[in-house]
Nanobody, 118 residues
């Protein structure tokens, strides 16, 4: 199983970005998909996750929207009103079952850089 993230880049404060992450390979079912981020010198933190529930970090509530296309095994993160504090490497994350009867495992994408200039 591989997670391929895309959509990062350089954006001015107040702008928007849409991140995408597609799961490929031996995917039987996906329990959840989400996004984490890690800024320099900081720990990786949850941004948003979509599973049986949808959870957002307080820092992105009202500015971020997570969505999924289950037919494409893809998760999206729309981020609006971006701030310099949103600058980080964004990692997609998925809890995936690879075969009937197997336990779900956590997979991570390679990360995509988001830089917000002031």
């Amino acid at each position: 199983v591989q997670l391929q993230a895309s959509g990062g880049g350089l954006v001015q404060a107040g702008g928007s970005l849409r991140l995408s992450c597609a799961a490929s390979g031996s995917v039987f079912s996906i329990k959840s998909m989400g996004w984490f981020r890690q800024a320099p010198g900081k720990q990786r933190e949850l941004v948003a996750i979509s599973g049986s529930n949808t959870i957002y970090a307080d820092s992105v509530k009202g500015r971020g929207t997570i969505s999924r296309d289950n037919a494409k095994n893809t998760v999206y993160l729309q981020m609006n009103s971006l701030k310099p504090d949103d600058t980080a490497v964004y990692y997609c994350n998925a809890l995936i079952v690879v075969a009937s009867g197997s336990n779900p495992r956590v997979y991570w994408g390679q990360g995509t850089q988001v830089t917000v200039s002031s």
